[in-house]
């Protein structure tokens, strides 16, 4: 039998078209980080040989120790991390520096998809469900007390794992719902609110799976959900005055426009925005980008690397990115859905989903849609730790569908 047989060779090669896509942007906005990107992509690739040759079932025997280590890695940034821009999410020794929170997601999907797959695990039942709840909130909370809100709401993702399982969807409606209006809220926009209020009581009828009986349970339920969202939505305000200046107007500046806070927490936004707007239909071309080459996006290389395919490679090329990442997280949850093996389909489940929220939220924040945090895009954004991590769960996801090509079970 040849060896090959089984490799997904259309997923490995928009892995590799992506991080080399990645490296010439990077190279174009600081090429030393560039030449530093390709070596990481590199590694990336040493260790992705590593895991194809290793057996399939380690990463499943191994989960618990792969999860507890990424949580005690997370809790020892609190004596021992280095403070970035209000978050003590790095590690640093001497040139070398680490970002546990990347390895949490990973040891996240793995820890995930080994309970999952035990022979005890039934998501209709309330133990179940409340100890996969658990195993996603210990680092999630972690996370939280970093405080590193994106990578929080990355771990949102795991959640789509479970819906596969069977998940009942009203999880889905009351979640994205309370974030909805809770980012209303922070906007004080009444007229908005009550607008989203009434869009939860129709959201809570269409995905309740029975038909509602409009009996007094069912009253009561539903007014209690709508009292709770009108809550949250007018303390969001209260929130927003507690919070520091610079996360305050992170979030005003997608009520208010990027232009009153040019020279604070717009500034990012609004060259950001300019450099994808000059780039028209076919961009500037390779290093001739003048809000790319000029350094006025802090971050371009990292969290803003969207904003220099847009000026340099134009629409055309922004839409062909956007195109490979569809292309690329479409086949993943292709193949997950394939798995013979439960542990294989929810970790690529796991994976496909951190991986969409990432590029939604990356790509949302660099266009002014989402407030600005710190999370990467996936392959792309500059940084080892990201990389390296991204690389692994690619690769451990393509072995284990090489596995299951390959079992006779």
Partial sequence: MNWTEGIDKLGLGLYIVLCLFAVANIYSVEPSAGIKQFTFFGISLGIGLVIFFTRAKFFENMAGMFYIGSVLLLLGLFPFGTEVLGQKNWYRFG?????????????????LANYVAGPDFNIKNSKSLRTALV??????????????????????????ALYREGLNGWFFGVIFILGLVF????????????LGIIAIALIYIFINQNRISWNIISISSLVGIVGLLCGLSYAAPLILEKMPKHQRERIEVLYKGEKMFRDTSGYNLLYS?????????????FREGSVTQGKFVPEQSTDYIFCTVGEEWGFLGSSGLILLYALYIGRIYYLSERQKSIFNRVFGYSFASILLMHFSINIGMVMGLFP????????????GTSLVTFSIMNFIFFKLNYADKNSLV
């Avoid at 996370?143 to 993702?157: E, H, K, Y």
């Avoid at 925005?273 to 071309?285: C, D, F, H, P, R």
């Avoid at 600005?372 to 940084?383: A, C, E, K, N, Q």
């Fill in 372 to 383: 600005t945090v710190g999370i990467p895009l996936p392959f792309f954004s500059s940084g």
């Fill in 135 to 160: 195993l996603i909130g210990v680092p999630a909370f972690v996370v939280l007390a970093i405080p590193d809100v994106g990578s929080l709401l990355v771990f949102m993702a795991f959640m789509i």
């Fill in 183 to 194: 980012l209303i809220g922070l906007g004080i926009n009444p007229l908005y609110e009550v």
């Fill in 273 to 285: 925005k300019t450099a994808i707007g000059s780039g028209g239909l076919t961009g500037k071309g």
């Fill in 95 to 111: 040139g070398f520096s680490f970002q546990p929170v990347e390895f949490a997601k990973l040891g996240t999907a793995l820890m």
